[in-house]
């Protein structure tokens, strides 16, 4: 239920605090007094858009601010889900700035406008003349007709299993269109596959073929070099071998003059023998350089098939050329072994859909039962608004054999007559706006005795009505009251006098400023509230005393 509404800087509104019982709270005032200036803040902490700028005072922001006793609406998963610090007194706050920005928290969390949205929508039902349009959805006829059966589990067993049965449908249509497209690419993967296989490629295998390549081409160029560095090592008579020696001899000469000498002497002595070991090396490179023409031959034709292949298939290297043949392999397993997987979706499908089938007929069933119980209560609490003759029949008609829907494997339909010998239509085209008003208290009425519904706002639906009617319209709005919170704006003192708090709105003139303003009365300021209600400003003691009758009850 909601608790407090604080208003801060808003239209005509500088600061109040309205305070709600938790039964029928009725708000009267005059026309143009602010009813629709709290309505209006009441909105936006439900998340509804700012339209254009609201300011009591243009260079300060403006609060509203709810505090919310949410105890009873079991909605913890909606905090969990979005984020939100849980508890039973939730506030919800909405401010926006003198240059338009908005802002909203939820327990001081700042959240979006759409997460508010949702989470007012939990907390509080709106419901004016214009809401009676969605009397003709099939969304709410649903939610009714779920209330009173208390089928909202099986619902939800149903949409669960619904979802999944569309999601393994849509897998098994997507992997049937995927086969049919492969089983056209089939031969040409087998064809590229073919080719690359019969390639036998070999990781790195072009690197070292490159190589190859190169010592072929300049083979010649190789060995004369090769064979030069030999002869410079050994064969010339100033070879560097033969100088080396006559170094080693002509230090190991004066190594008896010079001890010091002597370590030059046996670093020259490893020089020596590690330029042998290089002149022995050479020879042997030399040697085993060969002018290989039909080797050379062989590796060009290699290397040409690979460059071939990789600017075939856009790619760089011999591995890319291995990672598309194995992913061509992969798809050729892919599309073969394709009927195995299409049979065990198929069967899954089947599966899932015998499961959403037998929790929809769960579900239609529990509808069904409910039925005449919703039509007759409906019709009995028109009756005491004024509508002897109003007949309301709810109809469910099965969809095609093994067709669904999100909603079940029914539709669903509120015929409606209000008058004796009128065919019943559907509800929206045979009932007037003060019918409409009338039935969906009626079957709000009944939906509060199954649910725990949040706070519901009646703004003015008690347009058209008058009388002995609008003093029944009353009650069963005071019989609504017992199980949830009533907030209801009316001009009609019939109305007024059942509420269990009243507030009035009015406008008071401070200064060079018209504010509005709102009070809660006491017995005195009722009765006096409802004969102005009754007679106008300037109440006669006949009005007076009436009005005390109608608090009486």
Same mark, same amino acid.
């Given at each position: ?61 403006? *609060? ?54 949702? #989470?007012?929508?939990? #907390? ?153 070991? *290089? ?56 599309? @073969? ?46 009756? @005491? ?164 009758? #109608?608090?009486?009850?």
């Amino acid at each position: 239920m909601l608790d407090t509404l604080h208003i801060k800087n808003y239209a005509l509104i500088n600061e109040l605090e309205i305070q709600f019982d938790k039964g029928l709270n009725m708000i009267t005032g005059e026309t143009g007094a602010g009813k629709s200036i709290i309505m209006g803040a009441l909105s936006l902490i439900l998340g509804n858009r700012a339209e254009g700028k609201h300011f009591f005072d243009p260079s300060k922001k403006c *609060v509203i601010e709810g505090e919310f006793n949410i105890g009873a609406y079991q909605i913890n998963s909606f905090f969990e889900q979005n984020d939100l610090d849980y508890a039973n007194h939730t506030i919800i706050r909405r401010e926006i700035t003198p240059d338009g920005k908005s802002r909203a928290f939820v327990n001081d969390s700042p959240v979006t406008l759409a997460i508010l949205k949702q #989470l007012g929508e939990q #907390l509080i039902d709106v419901h004016s003349q214009h809401a009676t349009l969605q009397i003709n959805t099939e969304e709410f006829q649903f939610l009714v007709v779920d209330s009173v059966a208390g089928s909202f589990s099986l619902k939800q067993s149903y949409k669960e299993s619904y979802s999944a049965y569309k999601k393994a449908k849509r897998e098994l249509e997507e992997l049937k269109e995927t086969v049919k497209k492969a089983a056209i690419e089939l031969d040409y993967f087998q064809f590229q596959f073919d080719e690359l296989d019969g390639v036998r490629l070999v990781a790195e295998e072009q690197g070292i073929l490159e190589q190859q390549q190169r010592q072929l081409e300049n083979a010649e160029d190789i060995k004369r070099a090769l064979n030069a560095a030999s002869h410079l090592l050994e064969n010339e008579e100033t070879a560097v071998l033969t100088q080396l020696k006559d170094v080693m001899t002509q230090i190991e000469g004066i190594s008896s003059f010079l001890p010091e000498s002597a370590d030059l002497a046996l670093r020259v002595k490893s020089t020596l023998i590690e330029l042998k070991d *290089v002149a022995a090396e050479l020879v042997s490179l030399e040697e085993d350089t060969q002018l290989d023409e039909g080797t050379l031959l062989e590796i060009n034709e290699r290397l040409s098939l690979l460059y071939s292949l990789q600017k075939k298939h856009h790619v760089d290297s011999v591995e890319d050329l291995i990672q598309l043949r194995d992913d061509l392999e992969a798809k050729i397993l892919a599309i @073969n072994s394709s009927d195995e997987q299409l049979e065990r979706l198929e069967a899954e499908v089947v599966q899932k859909l015998e499961v959403a089938l037998h929790n929809a007929k769960e579900l239609s069933q529990a509808r069904r039962l409910v039925l005449d119980t919703i039509a007759n209560d409906v019709q009995k609490t028109l009756l @005491n608004v004024g509508m002897p003759n109003a007949v309301l029949q709810i109809v469910l008609e099965p969809l095609k054999e093994g067709e669904m829907r999100e909603s079940g494997i029914d539709t669903i339909q509120f015929l409606f007559s209000a008058n004796k010998g009128q065919a019943l239509q559907s509800i929206h085209r045979v009932a007037s706006g003060g019918e409409l008003s009338r039935v969906m208290l009626a079957i709000k009425s009944l939906v509060a005795k199954t649910s725990a519904l949040p706070t519901i706002v009646f703004d003015e639906i008690d347009t058209g009505i008058s009388g002995e009617v609008a003093l029944r319209v009353g009650e069963v709005m005071e019989n609504l009251a017992q199980n949830m919170q009533v907030i209801a704006i009316s001009h009609l003192p019939q109305i007024a006098s059942k509420g269990a708090a009243h507030f009035k709105v009015y406008k008071e003139d401070k200064a060079d400023r018209t504010i509005s303003n709102i009070v809660r009365l006491d017995q005195t300021g009722r009765v006096k509230e409802i004969a102005q209600m009754l007679s106008g400003a300037n109440p006669t003691d006949a009005a007076l005393e009436h009005a005390e009758l #109608l608090l009486r009850g």
